[in-house]
């Protein structure tokens, strides 16, 4: 079917680079770039697998390193030791 399509400044440049990158016509850019609007975004491949955050109830309060608990006991000591 012929028809007259009047396109912005933009998305005529647009589709003429996509075009050009794709080494296609102009007319096959426009129908390709219009069949994706209705149907979706092209496939891009195998989807990975959705990321997940598994939540535990940690015993130390915020802030508080696990991996510095002989750091935080020194400083603990230390500030006692200072106040005796």
């Known amino acids: 079917m012929r028809t007259t399509l009047t396109l912005d400044d933009d998305l005529a ?3 003429k680079d996509y075009a050009r990158r794709q080494g296609v016509s ?3 850019a426009v129908n390709t ?3 994706r609007g209705f149907v979706g975004p092209e496939p891009r491949g195998r989807r990975k ?4 955050v598994e939540v535990f109830d940690a015993p130390f309060r915020p802030g508080i390193d696990p991996l510095r608990l002989n750091q935080l006991a020194d400083d603990l000591e230390a500030e ?3 106040r005796s």
Not at 49 to 52: A, D, L, N, Q
């Open 33 to 35: 770039i219009i069949r």
């Open 49 to 52: 697998k959705r990321f997940r």
């Open 26 to 28: 102009f007319k096959e």
């Open 13 to 15: 440049k647009r589709l």
């Open 80 to 82: 006692a030791s200072t």
